[in-house]
């Protein structure tokens, strides 16, 4: 078929897909429709293609089918030779090789690609009628070749003259009106002559060479049908190569486009939540420095009420740093034996508070199972998904238990609440999606989002069923161990104990935002300490003297108001001073490259806006850590 490949005509091809181009309906909307007409065009096109790359691929054969021909030719006149008039047998080949020639010539003067309907015909024609005078060529053979008397000549013409007709089949059979005039051309002669001579054996043979001939066509069409769809399919197939390499090429645009648009969102989150965590993490100091100076019940009750506010939007942010921490691809899980019932109490006693205020049962069975993964990336999934359950759940109450499957120990969260529709499975693991009309005040729709990134990080499968009106259930498996193998040590999600006092303490503060700046030398001044506080690299510089001996802790944005970033400050001041101070970087940028720049550092690490609890304690641990040499 590579003949048949090669011979595909660049004219008819684009003729046939303005066909398809004209037959689609632009005021069709959604779905293109083909009207009868254009339907009619598009296979005319077609039938022009194939018949295009069939008479190519036959004037492609013509030299190889000649070698072929002269070879039969010759056979014929040496079995002949002593039998018929030398003169004639030459005439005959003479007339066979100019034949030949003017095929041959034919070969050279095809263009090799038919550009229009009108040229294929033209050259059908110009082989059907060589086939026909060559055929007559060979049928003459039976006027001067039959010797009468002699069946042993007599049979060996007729077997000569149905050869070279059944070779002939596979070459002239991709053109039926050529395979048509050929072997009538050729047998036709020699089954009247045998009819004529009389004789019973000779009628039975004229009659069996009629019904082989009959049957040469039937052959010669059902080839000919073959390589046609064959043909056709290969055009079939390359229209369907080309219209899903089209929907690839869409596809991955539409990828590229998604990945363009995500890209431009984690970029517009992390410039948004930069710029909004600096006043979220200023008003979360202040209103705790104002809880702490009030001492009138009713405003320290308004002030409650508005460090609750700010510490709802805390948690908003840290969703949001979870998820651009996951996709930076900065959490790494370490993994340890631990047992789930620890985990489960935890979580159950720090939601415990939001389920009684809904008058919701939140319980779990208790279970001396372990399991081998991550806990504090465990604890993030199950405390997320206890908290969607509870915020969906209007009565009745929420169920987490465990329960050992064989090599895994499976988890899972049950709820009586609103339930899940079909449809909306899957999106509830986006960012943003909300399945049910909830109040924003309880969330974004950022738990389920974080619960699979999560997820695929630990190599968890998370499987979820649903009923509309009866609730869900969450479950996922985690590799089952022994609980032997657990080693009870210190629970390192615990915030460090407040054991170290700030009082006489000097902390170097590194930020451009002057509110941050003073909300954090408030905050400090509360618990004792002295702040020095500095916009920038330059300025923390020139102010160390007032520390009036070496800091005990240096407290660092990222993003500060000169060239330099924390990181450098930190390092810089270290250098000035010949000391290894204790620092850690406090900051509302959540990029991807911003938070590995910083986790490579080693330095200590929090997000903006950070509690004042939170701060407190890292403050202490990091005056406990104390100034070490530089080295």
Not at 363 to 379: F, I
Not at 596 to 610: C, D, W
Not at 624 to 629: A, Q, R
Request: aromatic share 6%; net charge neutral.
């Amino acid at each position: 078929m590579s003949a048949v490949k090669s011979a595909v005509s660049p004219a008819v091809e684009p003729a046939f897909e303005s066909a398809v181009e004209s037959a689609i309906s632009p005021e069709s909307g959604a779905t293109a429709q083909l009207d009868s007409a254009a339907r009619q065009e598009i296979e005319r096109m077609r039938r022009a293609q194939v018949r295009a790359d069939l008479i190519a691929s036959i004037y492609s054969h013509i030299p190889r089918s000649s070698m072929g021909v002269v070879a039969g030719a010759l056979t014929v006149a040496w079995g002949m030779w002593g039998q018929v008039l030398h003169v004639a047998l030459l005439l005959w080949l003479g007339a066979i090789g100019a034949v030949l020639v003017w095929r041959l010539w034919l070969h050279r003067a095809f263009p090799g690609q038919l550009r229009e309907e009108q040229h294929i015909a033209h050259w059908e024609r110009h082989w059907t009628l060589s086939t026909a005078v060559h055929g007559a060529v060979w049928g003459s053979s039976a006027a001067f070749m039959y010797i009468p008397g002699s069946p042993e000549y007599q049979a060996l013409l007729l077997v000569a003259l149905f050869a070279i007709s059944t070779a002939a089949v596979p070459l002239i059979g991709r053109h039926l009106p050529s395979l048509y005039a050929f072997v009538l051309t050729v047998l036709v002669p020699i089954i009247l002559r045998l009819a004529l001579e009389g004789g019973a054996v000779r009628i039975l043979l004229a009659v069996i060479s009629a019904l082989v001939m009959y049957g040469i066509f039937l052959f010669g069409r059902e080839l000919n049908r073959t390589i046609t769809d064959s043909v056709r399919r290969q055009y079939e197939n390359i229209d369907l190569i080309a219209q899903l390499t089209e929907q690839k090429a869409e596809a991955d645009a539409a990828r590229r486009e998604a990945d363009r648009a995500n890209l431009m969102k984690t970029r517009f989150l992390a410039a948004a939540s930069h710029d909004l965590r600096q006043p979220m993490h200023a008003l979360g100091l202040f209103s705790d420095s104002l809880r702490r100076r009030i001492v009138e019940p009713q405003q320290r009750a308004l002030a409650d009420r508005v460090c609750e506010s700010a510490q709802a939007l805390e948690k908003t942010f840290d969703a949001l740093l979870d998820i651009s921490r996951l996709d930076a691809g900065i959490v790494q899980a370490n993994t340890e034996p631990f047992l789930l019932q620890t985990l489960l109490e935890r979580v159950l006693d720090d939601c415990g508070s939001e389920a009684a205020a809904k008058a919701i049962t939140l319980r779990t069975m208790r279970t001396g199972l372990a399991a081998h993964s991550d806990p504090v990336l465990v604890e993030r999934i199950l405390r997320n998904l206890v908290n969607n359950a509870i915020r969906y759940t209007d009565r009745g109450k929420v169920l987490v238990g465990c329960r050992a499957c064989g090599a895994t120990v499976r988890v899972e969260v049950w709820d009586t609440g609103v339930g899940i529709a079909p449809d909306k499975r899957e999106r509830i693991f986006e960012e943003f999606y909300q399945a049910a009309e909830r109040d924003r005040r309880e969330g974004l729709g950022l738990g389920l989002a974080i619960v699979r990134r999560v997820a695929r990080l630990l190599q968890v499968e998370l499987s979820l069923q649903s009923t509309l009106g009866r609730g869900s259930v969450f479950r996922f498996a985690l590799p089952r161990c022994d609980p032997a193998r657990v080693v009870r040590a210190h629970d390192s999600a615990e915030s460090p104990a407040a054991s170290v006092s700030l009082k006489q303490a000097v902390v170097l503060v590194i930020d451009d935002d002057p509110a941050v700046r003073e909300a954090m030398a408030e905050s400090l001044r509360l618990w004792g300490a002295r702040a020095v506080t500095a916009k920038s690299l330059g300025c923390a510089l020139e102010r160390l003297p007032e520390c009036g001996r070496y800091p005990d802790a240096i407290v660092s944005d990222f993003r500060l108001g000169d060239e330099h970033n924390g990181l450098e400050a930190v390092a810089r001041i270290r250098h000035e001073l010949g000391i290894d101070v204790p620092a850690m970087i406090v900051t509302g940028d959540t990029a991807p490259r911003c938070l590995r720049v910083i986790q490579a550092s080693g330095l200590r690490y929090l997000p903006k806006p950070v509690t004042p609890e939170r701060l407190l304690a890292e403050l202490q641990s990091l005056v406990e850590e104390g100034s070490k040499p530089l080295v």
